[in-house]
């Protein structure tokens, strides 16, 4: 078994950072999934008092027995990430033009418990095992609206409690 704590890379100014937001987005056309992309960029530090959760993910690597270790570990990671957004993310559909789209949104920490068993021929892949903190959250630039519509609904509650 091989543990592998997956951490950013080690870029000047990317070191202190240890929450990074995620979000999938699953295309579908004429009820066919056409495409599937993962995004994953820092967060702000503000989110440090977020409600993370613990979430264990496990799962099967579909590759060769000779496939390069570094591969596997980043396509574990991808997949651990997705599974966790599609159980626990925030969800949310956009139509355009027969198109739709599933957003699926969150937030987690850095590092990422990664457990990687041997491969396992009846099932042609890597299983995995992946430890996340993950709270779920909206993209970034709705942070700054998302802040004020809960100012003013505290300012409105507020001002009702003031006529009680």
């Keep these: 078994m091989v543990l592998i704590f997956l951490k950013p890379l080690a870029a000047g100014h990317l070191e202190g950072i240890v929450i990074y ?3 999938f987005d699953l295309k579908s056309s004429s009820q066919r999934i056409t ?6 960029v820092p967060a702000d530090q503000d989110l440090r008092a977020a409600n993370f959760s613990y979430f ?3 799962g099967i690597i579909q590759a060769l027995p000779q496939e390069a270790a570094h591969i596997i ?13 599609e159980q626990k993310g925030l969800k949310s559909v956009t139509t355009v033009n027969y198109d739709t789209i599933i ?6 920490q850095v590092p990422v418990a990664l457990f990687i068993s041997p491969y396992d021929d009846k099932n042609k892949g890597f299983p ?13 630039d709705q942070w700054e609206s998302l802040r004020r ?6 300012l409105i509650e507020n001002f009702f409690l003031f006529f009680k």
Excluded: H, W
Excluded at 103 to 108: A, H, I, K, L, N
């Design 21 to 23: 937001y995620i979000r």
């Design 35 to 40: 495409d599937g992309k993962l995004t994953m």
């Design 56 to 58: 264990p993910i496990s």
């Design 73 to 85: 570990e980043v396509k574990a990671k991808q997949n651990a990430f997705i599974q966790l957004l």
């Design 103 to 108: 957003s699926y949104e969150g937030c987690v």
């Design 128 to 140: 995995y095992t992946a430890r996340v903190f993950f709270s779920p959250l909206s993209f970034p």
């Design 149 to 154: 519509r809960f100012k003013i609904k505290e």
